[in-house]
């Protein structure tokens, strides 16, 4: 290997500190960035990454490979006991089938496809079931097969062109629900294979509606990958509000709610650079325009509402890490009800870790027993709740050990 070329943190012996500093070069983090992040100083990091100080206790460690999106806890350690997915959960059972049907092409049917409005229908129960059910990979991950393979023949079989353009619009939300079930599963090539195709089947559609969907999913993709791609995410969000501004006017009241859902991805993704201004600023625009809508709307897919924009709050000012703001905005989230329980179960998630950041931690995991009630699946895949949980297992408090050990293996992170 060339002398300058990336060592393979995978290669032993690696210490602590190098795997750190290749981790956080691969994310494009510099060392004031992380540090700041961490509440240390950037010698601290330095100190760390080139061994002069010992690695440092797991509570740390877990903080660390949160920040860094490390997948597997031993990825960062070395340890090879110590096999913990963060970011990434278990596979799901019905992966390899939705992995079928997007892979597959066929090119030739002795059927005739659905109609788009049968499809319609059977997305729109796809997408009530998602919001209602309390294990929701499972109900979408048996859907998702037959979904995806009778929207693709809808479009390869259509008649007219305006046909070809309703199809696609369908298609592209498939696409979007299946986004839904892949993210955080083991095949991040999977996630970016729907995520685009999604994007490509609603610039066909011309529809305003599955445009702005495909961009809302593609920029959350783009921002989880870590803070080398904010600018894609950023670049993807700002495109598709210009070109949604001008028809909001007469919008329907899905595209006015898809344009704010847009609005706070901005500054969600401002809040994770540490813009403190740009993420408000950002919130702000998209909570007035949650005013414009019916006081009992709710977006069909993202949630967009009056009554989310509380639970927006709280997610601004945990990624800033404000845990007095975030505890304050959660409370304030409380008096509304969010109706989706993913989206609950999310919420609950980020009100743990904004306890989290103000010393709160028995609050924290009493919140996570909330997200696990309210929807097993979401906080089973979730990273920032995992990390919680894995920190508190460690806690010296026996009680709170006790609770954090039951919820870990609730979450299969620990044997029972």
């Known amino acids: 290997m060339h002398h300058d070329a990336t060592p393979d943190p995978y290669a032993n012996p690696l210490?602590?500190?190098?795997r750190m500093q290749i981790y956080r070069q691969r994310r494009g983090m510099s060392r004031p960035v992380l540090a700041g992040l961490l509440g240390k100083s950037p010698s601290w990091v330095k100190q760390v990454e080139s061994g002069h100080i010992q690695s440092p206790k797991l509570p740390m460690?877990?903080?660390i490979a949160e920040l860094l999106r490390v997948r597997d806890l031993a990825d960062l350690t070395g340890d090879q006991s110590l096999h913990v997915d963060l970011f990434i959960g278990p596979g799901h059972p019905r992966l390899a089938a939705v992995k079928?049907?997007?892979d597959t092409f066929p090119f030739t049917a002795d059927r005739e496809a659905p109609s788009t409005l049968h499809l319609r229908h059977r997305l729109d129960r796809a997408w009530t079931a998602r919001h209602e059910s309390p294990n929701h990979r499972e109900v979408v991950?048996?859907?998702?097969p037959d979904l995806i393979r009778d929207a693709q023949l809808a479009v390869r079989q259509a008649d007219t062109a305006a046909d070809r353009r309703a199809a696609q619009a369908v298609l592209s939300e498939v696409y979007?629900?299946?986004?839904?079930?892949?993210?955080?599963?083991?095949?991040?090539?999977?996630?970016w294979r729907v995520a685009e195709r999604g994007m490509v089947a609603a610039q066909d559609s011309e529809d305003p509606h599955a445009i702005g969907m495909a961009a809302w999913l593609t920029a959350q993709a783009h921002r989880d990958s870590g803070p080398a791609h904010f600018d894609a995410a950023d670049a993807v969000t700002m495109d598709v509000l210009r070109f949604l501004e001008p028809q909001l006017p007469d919008a329907t009241d899905d595209v006015r709610a898809i344009a704010g859902a847009l609005q706070f991805e901005a500054g969600y993704t401002a809040a994770r650079r540490g813009e403190t201004g740009t993420a408000w600023a950002w919130w702000d625009k998209a909570e007035k325009t949650a005013k414009k809508l019916p006081a009992d709307y709710y977006h069909p897919v993202t949630s967009f509402s009056r009554a989310i924009m509380g639970a927006h709050a709280v997610t601004v000012a945990v990624e800033l890490h404000q845990g007095g703001e975030s505890v304050r905005q959660a409370a304030?989230?409380?008096?509304?009800v969010i109706k989706s329980r993913p989206r609950r179960a999310r919420h609950r998630i980020e009100e743990a870790r904004g306890y989290q950041l103000d010393g709160q931690p028995d609050v924290a995991l009493a919140t996570l027993d909330k997200a696990h009630e309210a929807a097993p699946e979401t906080i089973k895949y979730n990273g920032y709740a995992r990390r919680i949980v894995l920190e508190e297992t460690e806690a010296k408090a026996p009680d709170r050990r006790r609770r954090a050990s039951e919820l870990a293996v609730k979450l299969g992170l620990l044997a029972a």
């Open 176 to 191: 979007s629900l299946s986004q839904f079930f892949v993210a955080y599963q083991p095949d991040s090539a999977l996630l």
């Open 100 to 102: 079928a049907a997007v």
């Open 61 to 63: 460690i877990l903080r």
């Open 15 to 18: 210490a602590f500190g190098q």
């Open 141 to 144: 991950g048996e859907l998702l």
């Open 332 to 336: 304030r989230a409380d008096k509304a």
